[in-house]
């Protein structure tokens, strides 16, 4: 107790000290050959905070090259634990993974407007207490530095959202916008890496709302949210994740639904990184219960029926399954020692699995 109480007095000062300059606890293990900065590609968000770590995970053995994406959504937090296990633990014998835990840094360096968790979360780790962070959607409007639109419009096509606020949304910029407010830089430099380093394939980790039904103040009954439990493809990727989610189900007995991108919504990473450099491009949905605006009571780490280490597991076992079903349709796939599966998560812990 009196370790837990000093490690927040440290966590609080060190927040204060450094302002919205947040750096996230991340502890990288054997398998990481390299750490750079998004802004190696794309120099203009040097010394803002849009800039985040990139961490690299080179084998040295020819084979294709992944990019692994959490924090788009800083409060979506099965993705960023997700990078950081996998940064923690992962070796990769072939071909080369490239993590991103935060893509959206300053979006992290805030707390969830929602209200719905503390922005720094206290864990026990293998070596003693760390913190997860829990941030925003959106990004920090003290870094975006402009106001919010009235309505929000897509750069490259006509799409439009009544929500002016979506300027700060990471997953709506692709493929950004070099000249741009410092969101849409943020997606152009992520599409920058991601063409320079000629990736293979993506996948962009996301939570939604849970798929359970509610009483609304009315009385109604409602659904709960229709993104929960989903792998969304580019068309071209389509097959890929057909085959990854059946793995799912048939070794682990979790049913995902599949879903192809939507040309109407623009601005989605993985519809535009796929049609902007090739690679081919995913994301994933787990269920958060703190996105349910329904609730009055919410755990965003031990809700009995979406506990943060079912999340978690799942999001590694969607890894796993990627790489898999990308060697089975394209004949050659990333290789990896100690990238947990999702029973292995559940039979342990997602806490067991972080230094």
Not at 220 to 228: I, M, V
Request: aromatic residues 10%; glycine residues 8%.
């Amino acid at each position: 107790m009196k370790i837990k109480a000093i490690f927040f007095i440290v966590l609080l000062f060190t927040s204060a000290a450094f302002g919205t300059f947040l750096r996230p606890d991340i502890r990288p293990g054997y398998g990481v050959t390299d750490i750079g900065w998004l802004s190696d590609y794309f120099s203009p968000i040097r010394n803002t905070n849009m800039d985040t770590p990139v961490y690299f995970m080179d084998s040295g053995v020819e084979g294709p090259t992944f990019v692994l994406m959490g924090g788009t959504h800083a409060r979506e937090i099965s993705g960023t634990t997700a990078a950081i296990v996998f940064i923690e633990n992962v070796i990769v014998t072939k071909g080369k993974v490239i993590v991103i835990p935060f893509s959206n840094l300053s979006a992290a360096s805030i707390k969830d407007e929602t209200g719905h968790a503390p922005h720094f979360i206290a864990i026990e780790g293998k070596s003693g207490p760390r913190f997860l962070v829990y941030g925003d959607r959106r990004t920090d409007p003290l870094d975006q530095g402009v106001p919010d639109p009235e309505i929000f419009k897509h750069a490259q096509s006509d799409f439009t959202l009544e929500d002016g606020a979506e300027a700060r949304n990471l997953n709506r910029q692709y493929p950004g916008v070099a000249d741009g407010n410092p969101t849409q830089q943020l997606a152009y430099a992520i599409i920058q890496l991601i063409d320079t380093e000629n990736v293979d394939f993506n996948l962009d980790m996301h939570e939604s709302g849970t798929p359970d039904s509610y009483i609304d103040s009315e009385g109604n009954e409602r659904s709960g949210s229709s993104l929960a439990y989903t792998l969304v493809c580019h068309p071209d990727a389509l097959e890929i994740g057909a085959v990854a989610i059946m793995e799912i189900e048939a070794y682990y007995g979790v049913s995902m639904k599949l879903e192809e991108s939507n040309r109407a919504f623009r601005g989605l990473s993985h519809l535009e990184i796929r049609d902007a450099t090739g690679s081919l491009s995913f994301l994933s949905e787990t269920p958060n219960p703190g996105q349910d605006n329904w609730r009055d009571k919410y755990d965003v780490i031990d809700d009995p029926d979406y506990p943060l280490t079912h999340r978690v597991g799942l999001q590694l076992q969607i890894i796993k399954s990627l790489f898999s079903a990308y060697e089975m349709m394209i004949g050659e796939t990333v290789e990896v020692e100690n990238l947990p599966t999702y029973e292995e998560v559940m039979q342990n812990g997602i806490f067991s699995f972080l230094n």
